[in-house]
């Protein structure tokens, strides 16, 4: 996790991260959490991740159990649901993308997580400070295409109100500004990156607050482990797990990219179970 991509980042939150905290998912009573949990297999195709729909499961778990989301309020989009409407294509995504910030309001504490495979391409509006879109892959992205970073800006950034607050935990690849937002936390120097459209054109929020946390810079790929998860879901829920939920998130970047630098080291594992869990070098850095 290299970096804390925020939408807002005023001053104060560009000059100290140990502000904020990872219990900011938990803001409201009950009814004032939302999730929307994608995983996508793309079953039968040659470019299949097996792990996906582990990674699902196991995030709903980590809300209910550790940051207290109804289960009802959970939506879970895989190939393997009941329902066509739960299906992960491009049109379910974007529908439920909607559902997601649809009548919020302040205190409310919206989650999007997806896991599956990230693209990116050529940018030709002039927004992206790279040159390039960044792209989530749903099921039928062969046939209807994938979803931008612009689209995803517009469907859950922009609609978010002042006391709203959005996390976004993106597991794939390329994923490292697939939201568009305005900042970028660089943990190594403890500064926050501009990220604004060359463009100039908006993409802040209504006066919420928008993080991200992706596993890997927009140049890089993600892996996955040999315990069929996402390298980046897994060092997360682990890292709450030992430290707890009231971290900060510059403290949950560090320990996250601390276990990606410690997993990196080839054939140095001390941890039996990280021997286990990661079957190749992990070449992404966490971003925030």
């Not at 992206?128 to 892959?137: A, K, N």
């Not at 459209?197 to 596993?215: Q, Y």
């Not at 927009?218 to 897994?234: F, I, L, Q, R």
Request: net charge positive; with cysteine; proline share 3%.
């Amino acid at each position: 996790m290299q970096n804390l991509q925020n939408s807002r980042a005023r001053d104060e939150h560009r000059r100290d991260t140990s502000r904020p905290t990872t219990a900011g998912f938990v803001s409201g009573v009950r009814s004032n959490k939302r999730a929307l949990l994608c995983g996508v297999t793309y079953n039968s195709k040659k470019y299949i991740l097996r792990g996906t729909v582990n990674d699902v499961m196991k995030m709903k778990g980590f809300l209910i159990h550790s940051f207290g989301f109804p289960e009802e309020c959970i939506r879970v989009l895989t190939e393997f649901e009941h329902g066509e409407e739960f299906i992960p294509t491009k049109i379910n995504i974007q529908n439920c993308l909607k559902w997601l910030v649809d009548g919020c309001k302040s205190g409310d504490s919206l989650v999007f997580y997806f896991s599956g495979h990230g693209l990116r391409q050529p940018d030709f509006k002039d927004d992206e400070q790279d040159g390039f879109d960044e792209t989530i892959c749903p099921v039928d992205f062969m046939e209807k295409g994938m979803i931008l970073d612009n689209d995803i800006n517009n469907y859950i950034v922009k609609p978010l109100k002042q006391g709203v607050t959005l996390h976004a935990i993106i597991d794939a690849c390329h994923s490292g500004t697939v939201l568009d937002l305005n900042h970028i936390y660089k943990h190594q120097s403890g500064m926050w990156k501009d990220n604004k459209p060359p463009s100039g054109v908006a993409k802040g929020t209504s006066g919420g607050l928008a993080i991200c946390l992706s596993a890997c810079e927009d140049n890089e790929v993600a892996a996955d482990t040999s315990a069929m998860n996402g390298a980046m879901t897994y060092i997360l829920m682990q890292t709450v797990k030992h430290h707890g939920p009231n971290m900060t998130y510059e403290n949950l970047l560090k320990k996250m990219t601390e276990a990606i630098h410690k997993a990196n080291k080839d054939r140095c594992l001390t941890s039996n179970v990280m021997k286990k869990i990661f079957r190749r070098k992990i070449i992404q850095h966490v971003l925030a």
